[in-house]
């Protein structure tokens, strides 16, 4: 080598494949060949090959960390070259889940908050909250990647870990301060996109590990249980609102949303029965109206066989509906048509809707007391009675 160079070889002439000797040097690990070519005053370091490797992306491919060095002492900016799509090499090694490229990097110190030239605007942490190496999220955190950063979606990386389900990358991030109150462009904060997406395990690191604000709403005027009740299906909701109850007792559940919907309004309407039995039993209002009218007792499912299991379930007397027509029959109350509750499901009615007495006897009340005919026709049929 040293004497074609002598002799007046090019140094940068290509290959079919449009290599460089520099290229090929680095691909077969010659060290005192790649030594010799980085000596030569006219050696040229962004010319790329097919693939759109220079030659400091070949040394980085085959882990020839010492060739990326001495690139680097003669072209300091190699590391910064970014491909077609906008990534330079600290986004491409994370896509790739490649720890050791990520740790070179950092340890030539690359910039670990530029984002990817992209509609994305991706950060480093970003693309590392989606990686399955938990490490190269909490390697770039402990090198000065910025938590908060948003992308062109107002995304943080701590959204991007949720909606991966990636739990690992989610507690990387909480330990190291992440914003879990931030919230998204839907005003969601990461609870309400963890709830959203039905991760159980990363509601629970949330409720446990952090303080994040459960009652908060969105844009929507949402809480994160009226999400749960609005999207999550069956034992995944069932499980994330118990963990709701278990980890705040006193979590309002009653709250309507911006449609007048309250948690169990949502369930039911969509024959969540899991969902509904644990509201109920938590005591949850049952005459509770949304802003069109609908309750739980006039909305209908396919069959009343959930409604008849709630009512058969209640606990305790609900707390009563506020209304200013009787929830049965719509009469408007005044002075003379007065209101009355049902004392088993707390609803407002007549008194022509209210004129069935029955003793409570799972309530403990053992003299006849005013309930409604569907209250009346579930505790007649003995089941209600008996519980
Ligand atoms: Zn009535
Ligand atoms: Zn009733």
Not at 59 to 64: P, S
Not at 177 to 196: E, M
Request: proline share 4%; glycine share 4%; with cysteine.
């Amino acid at each position: 080598m040293q004497t074609l160079i002598d002799h007046g070889a090019n140094v940068n002439v290509m290959n079919a494949e449009n290599k460089s000797p520099l290229h090929v040097a680095i691909e077969n690990q010659h060290e005192e060949i790649i030594s010799v070519l980085l000596c030569h005053p006219t050696i040229e370091l962004k010319h790329r090959d097919r693939s759109g490797n220079t030659p400091f992306a070949a040394a980085l491919g085959i882990r020839n960390h010492k060739a990326a060095l001495r690139i680097l002492d003669r072209f300091p900016s190699a590391a910064e070259q970014i491909d077609q799509r906008g990534r330079n090499f600290l986004h491409l090694a994370i896509m790739k889940d490649d720890l050791e490229s990520v740790l070179f990097l950092i340890a030539i110190q690359v910039d670990v908050n530029s984002r990817v030239h992209d509609v994305n605007q991706s950060t480093p942490l970003h693309l590392a909250a989606a990686s399955n190496n938990e490490m190269i999220t909490r390697n770039l955190i402990l090198a000065g990647a910025r938590m908060n950063e948003r992308d062109s979606v107002q995304k943080l990386p701590l959204h991007i870990a949720i909606e991966r389900g990636n739990l690992p990358a989610v507690s990387a991030l909480i330990q190291n301060n992440a914003d879990y109150d931030a919230t998204d462009a839907d005003g969601n904060n990461a609870l309400h996109i963890a709830v959203r997406c039905g991760q159980f395990l990363i509601v629970r690191e949330l409720l446990t590990e952090s303080r994040v604000n459960a009652e908060a709403t969105n844009l929507k005027g949402r809480n994160p249980m009226h999400e749960l009740c609005r999207i999550v299906e069956d034992n995944t909701a069932a499980l994330i609102c118990e963990l709701f109850l278990e980890c705040m007792p006193n979590y309002p559940i009653d709250v309507p949303d911006m449609d007048g919907n309250t948690p169990l309004l949502l369930s039911f309407m969509r024959g969540q029965s899991p969902l509904c039995k644990i509201l109920v039993k938590a005591g949850a209002c049952l005459g509770t109206e949304n802003r069109e009218g609908v309750n739980i007792f006039n909305f209908k499912l396919a069959t009343d066989q959930l409604l008849h299991k709630l009512l058969d379930i209640l606990p305790k007397e609900s707390s009563w509906s506020e209304c200013d027509l009787c929830q049965e029959c719509t009469t408007r109350f005044t002075i003379t048509m007065r209101k009355h509750h049902c004392r088993h499901c707390g609803r407002v009615l007549c008194s022509k809707c209210s004129s069935n007495d029955i003793p409570i006897l799972k309530f403990g009340i053992n003299k006849p007391v005013r309930v409604c005919s569907v209250c009346f026709n579930v505790l007649q049929s003995g089941i209600g009675s008996l519980s």
